[in-house]
């Protein structure tokens, strides 16, 4: 298993914007490199993207919640 964790404090967002489809889902397969979600800081985005290669188990926060450096966002079932 690999955890993706926050590099910065902000608010988690799994879409790029309102209206539009999440980076990725539970059950997807991810590549390394690929962005999974995006941390917002005082309107300043930064992509979140996966290190590891495999199955996207989860995601341990929700849309719009508050993360903090460390904090695991998102755990993948390496390939």
Known sequence: MGTIVSPLPGIFYRKPGPGKPPFANEGDTIEVGQ???IVEIMKQFTEIQ???AGILETFEVAEGDMVNPGDPIVVVREA
Do not use: A, M, P, R
Request: charged share 15%; no cysteine; aromatic share 0%.
């Open 35 to 37: 962005t999974l979600g």
């Open 50 to 52: 996966s290190d590891v």
